[in-house]
Structure formats: C-alpha cells, structure tokens
C-alpha cells in the first residue's frame, strides 16, 4: 500500500512564506512525475507545479515567480516553496505522485489527503 501525506500548510498573512512537504510511504518501486495541485471553495482543483524524476518542472501562469517545487528522490519526498503569498491561493493543496509499487506492473497516480493554506489579507 502507497500513501502521500502531506504537511506545512497554515495561516499567513498576505506577502509571508509557506513551505509545503510531502512523502509517499508503503511499498514504492519507483516514482515518476510528482506534482501539487490545489482546491478552492466551489472551484476545481488545478495543477499548481509539477516535476519529474529528473527534475523538470511546471507550473501554473497563476504561480510562475512565486512557487517553487522541489524533490528528494532519495526520501521520496516533493516540495512547494511560496513566497509572496495572495489571498487567491487560499485553498486545499493536494500532493500526487505516479507510483509504481512492488509487484505491479504499471504507475498509478496516487493522492494526499491534502493540507489547508490560507491567506489573508
């Protein structure tokens, strides 16, 4: 069994810092692509940044300059750095990550159970 948990999220004030983690656990072969995405009220959830097992990254026009991701493939774990929060990013972030465990065949895209960011104005 493969888990994502994630941690960090909290309350910041408009302009202030979050670092967000996350680490997948249980039987992992391997990890590809790893990524956040988020959720607000009433919204769909959006791809925030991704990045892949050699370090190519994505990110949303919304979060370009501002976030940065990051992975320890080591201690499979991802991470999002914001800086110069807005209250628009106010919402659930939610970790993914396409795993392949031990004794499956293929990579299945598994989610956290997400952590709340909120930002104020």
């Known amino acids: 069994q493969v888990q994502l948990v994630e941690s960090g999220g909290g309350l910041v004030q408009a302009g202030g810092s979050l670092r967000l983690s996350c680490v997948a656990s249980?039987?992992?072969?391997?990890?590809?692509?790893m990524g956040w995405y988020r959720q607000a009220p009433g919204k769909q959830r959006e791809m925030v940044a991704v990045?892949?097992?050699?370090?190519?990254?994505n990110y949303a026009d919304s979060v370009k300059g501002r976030f940065a991701i990051s992975r320890d493939n080591a201690m499979n774990m991802v991470y999002l750095q914001m800086n110069s929060l807005k209250p628009e990013d106010t919402a659930g972030y939610y970790c993914?990550?396409?795993?392949?465990?031990?004794?499956?065949?293929?990579?299945?895209?598994?989610w956290g159970q997400g952590t709340q960011v909120i930002v104020s104005s």
């Open positions: 993914n990550g396409a795993i392949k465990a031990r004794f499956f065949s293929n990579y299945v895209n598994y």
């Open positions: 249980g039987s992992i072969f391997s990890i590809n692509t």
């Open positions: 990045i892949t097992s050699d370090g190519s990254t």
